[in-house]
């Protein structure tokens, strides 16, 4: 699952700045493509197609990125706690690993066909509905007190404006129609608005998962144990 890609500690400063300044803008329509432009931190640009299925799961998730780098940013005239700080760069490098898998996965599935699905990109927006966050200790809390499958719904069955609605607005990103402008990122209240729903939102937060190096051999063995159960059932 995504989540076994998920940092147990934060970034170093010099990878953080690299990430933050990375820019990617998504064009296209769930009707045809999705085509994502990168401007890396050398100024080098890039882009990635994808199928339009992902048009605006790509939106959203792009601008949770932006929304991330732009609180961090203004951490201290915000005045964002420590704690919910390293949530933040520990998320932004956890989405920054899922979105380089995304680009790798495209450049080897272009080629075959255009209504590919990327399977980590699935497995990100699985948790993303179900769970909403992506600590490890979260998602198998989850597992743990639920009896549905992770894996085995599909997120084209999933009603997502159920879940923008659950998120509200501002946090969603509906509000902006996922577009972070550079007025946006500058505009304080907006900002204030922003910090208190990630507060409420990245809460609880726990220093250190003690179980962390467990979490995908758990998922393995609960996957495991299900297809046992569905053959019982057979």
């Known amino acids: 699952m995504s989540h076994a890609y998920f940092p147990e500690t934060a ?38 197609d994808i199928p339009g299925s992902y048009y605006t799961h790509m939106q959203r998730f792009v601008w949770r990125e932006r929304a991330i780098c732009a609180v961090l940013t203004n951490s201290e005239e915000l ?41 980590v990109f699935d497995k990100y ?18 597992r743990r007190n639920n009896d549905m499958n992770l894996d085995r719904s599909k997120v084209t069955e999933l009603d997502w404006k159920a879940y923008d609605e659950k998120l509200g607005n501002v946090w969603s990103g509906s509000r902006m ?24 939102y990245y809460n609880p937060i726990i220093q250190e998962d003690t179980d962390f190096g467990y979490t995908f051999k758990e998922h393995l063995q609960s996957s495991d144990e299900d297809e046992d159960s569905a053959l019982d059932v057979v």
Do not use: N
Request: charged share 40%; aromatic share 8%; with cysteine.
């Open 125 to 142: 927006l699985k948790i993303e509905y179900h769970v909403m966050r992506h600590e490890p200790w979260l998602v198998r809390q989850f």
């Open 177 to 200: 129609r996922f577009a972070m402008s550079e007025r946006s990122e500058k505009d304080m209240a907006f900002l204030r608005t922003l910090h208190e729903c990630m507060k409420e």
């Open 79 to 119: 005045e964002v706690g420590e704690e919910l700080q390293d949530t933040l760069k520990k998320v932004l490098w956890y989405m920054g690993g899922i979105f380089e898998r995304i680009c790798v996965e495209s450049r080897k599935a272009v080629a075959r066909e255009q209504q590919w699905r990327s399977e």
């Open 11 to 48: 970034p170093e400063a010099t990878t953080l700045d690299s990430m933050m300044q990375k820019r990617k803008i998504v064009k296209g329509s769930e009707s045809s493509r999705c085509v994502i432009k990168i401007r890396d931190d050398d100024d080098e640009t890039r882009e990635i």
